[in-house]
């Protein structure tokens, strides 16, 4: 079974307002990435965190990770209809490959 | 400097026949993974070769093999393909190493069984 799972599956706002989303995992990680798919294409890299670090920033975009709860979130603010896509976590540990989860469709609407 | 290159972009095969993908991965990176996506689903890993060697093997069946070049490019290999087979299959590549860095996806090979 996939470690990381994204949460919502499905999210649509308005353009302008935040879209959060969370991932779980199970087991312990030596970091957390996240991704963006726009409709089919390869997957771009937003993010990487790691196990020690709490919070990170990328212009529009915050990551949070809580190793205690073995979550982290995604937050975009002020959207655009260009971040219309899916995004995807995912985990890594030392010796092991990256697992992803299966995702969340994000649409923005203008 | 160019990206993760793979090729062809899509691939039209019928059941029982073998494919072979290929991926060039960015200059200087020694690490080249393998993922099949299925619609609607999250990629799933196949297979990391790192300095030509496997490092990694997924969860698929022995009717799926890969290799990495002496240039660090690698080839996917899948003989007698089922319906199943049908999905986007992304190489991505990165520095390797034991403390993985980000991995830099391709494009996608969109490989379809009929």
């Known amino acids: ?110 | 400097d160019a990206g993760v290159t793979q090729s062809p972009t899509h691939l039209i095969k019928t059941r029982g026949q073998q494919v072979t993908l290929r991926c060039s991965p960015i200059s200087g990176h020694k690490s080249v993974s393998w993922y099949q996506q299925v619609l609607g689903q999250g990629p799933q890993f196949i297979f990391q070769y790192y300095e030509k060697e496997e490092r990694g093997r997924g969860n698929f069946p022995d009717r799926f093999s890969a290799r990495q070049f002496p240039n660090y490019s690698s080839e996917l290999n899948v003989n007698a393909l089922l319906l199943g087979d049908s999905a986007l299959y992304l190489c991505a590549s990165s520095q390797g190493g034991r403390d993985y860095n980000e991995q830099f996806f391709g494009p996608g090979t969109r490989l379809t069984v009929l």
Request: aromatic letters at 8%; a positive charge; charged letters at 20%.
């Open chain 1, 1 to 110: 079974s996939q470690q990381g799972e994204e949460d919502p599956q499905a999210l649509s706002i308005q353009e302008g307002e935040n879209a959060t989303m969370n991932c779980s995992y199970k087991t312990s990680i030596n970091n957390l990435q996240w991704y963006r798919q726009n409709s089919g294409r390869g997957l771009v890299h937003l993010i990487l965190i790691r196990s020690n670090e709490r919070e990170k920033h990328s212009g529009r975009l915050r990551v949070t990770l809580d190793t205690s709860k073995k979550s982290s979130s995604l937050l975009i603010t002020a959207s655009r209809a260009a971040d219309t896509a899916s995004y995807f976590c995912a985990t890594h540990n030392y010796g092991q490959n990256f697992v992803f989860g299966p995702g969340t469709r994000l649409s923005v609407l203008p």
